[in-house]
């Protein structure tokens, strides 16, 4: 199979939400944020793996991203190798991705250098602070359930994840586009890191369940306690009043970084109404969703919420109609915003 293909194939297997998103922006644009997008589930594959001690993952993380700025990386990859063979024994998305690691690469350094100085630095930066909160979670050892300190703490851990990726984009959207100049992309920069954030902390506040059962939680200790819950006693019938306090402050949170958001997407030019679309759609269906949670109290013992497909559909279709007037896209931001609360 073509490694183009290959990776055509693999996005929505690993992301459905963004291999439908994606689908809106222009080539060879939307190759080259695919390629990139792949290379960052890499390194989360890399940090997520429980197969992995702490040691193996800054170890597999350190050779991934130095793979992304050597001229002959091809020659080694192998090293690599012994660091994934343990994430390898699934078959998973996420696995079968990264025993797929060297045909993403290659595909990565087939990019012009301009493109590649877009990515690379990014992703290795993506890689540095996985390593640095892998190394906090470990001296949070042995406890059960792992905790961020506080929402600093939290913040640095989205921007690293996700921040990184916003900024990322932003140079790709300024490399492609002829209608996006210095200025547009500094202005752009500004908001980007807050873009990521917000889109971070929504899949962080919709997962709390589920991330709580693999031994971690997102809400960080000083925010728990000053809603008064202990984290030892966290999921304790005593802390639900709390509990949820806490968890609609991380939503408010998520809803600030949003609104930046917004003024990222309503700086692309209008004569880029599919990057716009790019930029709206995951937007939108973030404000869906923690509309959604802000009404889903229990939200740590049910699980997660998700919106349905019709809702993605109208969400896409709306935007669509109102790309090019910033008037009636701030107002459907405006609409689905006003469902917090």
């Known amino acids: 199979m073509d490694d183009a293909v290959y990776s055509r194939e693999m996005l929505p297997k690993v992301s459905r939400t963004f291999a439908l998103c994606i689908r809106a922006l222009p080539p060879p644009l939307r190759h080259q944020v695919a390629v990139a997008y792949l290379l960052c589930r890499i390194a989360d594959e890399i ?4 197969a992995l001690d702490v040691a193996a993952k800054e170890t597999g993380l350190a050779r991934f991203a130095a793979l992304l700025t050597d001229a002959d990386w091809a020659a080694h990859v192998a090293p690599v190798a012994e660091t994934f063979a343990a994430v390898e024994a699934g078959d998973s998305a996420e696995q079968q991705l990264v025993r797929g690691s060297a045909r993403v690469l290659r595909l990565y350094h087939g990019f012009s ?3 590649r100085a877009a990515i690379g630095p990014w992703v ?3 890689c540095v602070g996985m390593a640095k909160h892998l190394r906090q979670e470990a001296a949070a050892a042995p406890h059960s359930v792992v905790y961020l300190e506080d929402v600093a703490d939290l913040e640095d ?3 690293y994840v996700a921040g990184t990726v916003g900024q990322m984009l932003t140079e790709l959207f300024f490399l492609h586009s002829p209608h996006i100049t210095a200025a547009d992309r500094d202005r752009l920069a500004h908001h980007a890191t807050a873009f990521g954030q ?5 899949n962080i506040i919709k997962d709390l369940h589920d991330d709580a059962g693999r031994g971690r939680c997102y809400l960080p200790k000083a925010l728990l306690r000053r809603y008064g819950v202990e984290p030892s006693d966290v999921f304790g019938p005593r802390s639900r009043g709390g509990l949820i306090a806490a968890m609609r402050h991380l939503i408010g949170l998520g809803a600030a970084h949003l609104h930046q958001a917004m003024r990222y997407a309503l700086l692309v030019p209008k004569q880029e109404p599919r990057i ?3 930029c709206l759609w995951p937007l939108f269906f973030a404000l869906k969703t923690l509309a959604k949670t802000w009404r889903q109290t229990d939200l740590l013992v049910t699980g997660g919420v998700k919106i349905s497909r019709p809702e993605v559909k109208e969400i896409m279709r709306q935007a669509g109609l109102r790309v090019w007037s910033d008037r009636l896209l701030s107002r459907m931001y405006t609409r689905l915003a006003g469902d917090l609360g």
């Open 47 to 50: 940090e997520d793996s429980p």
């Open 157 to 159: 851990y989205c921007y």
């Open 276 to 278: 716009r679309l790019f």
């Open 198 to 202: 917000g889109l971070q902390l929504v």
């Open 113 to 115: 250098p301009e493109v």
């Open 124 to 126: 290795a930066e993506m």
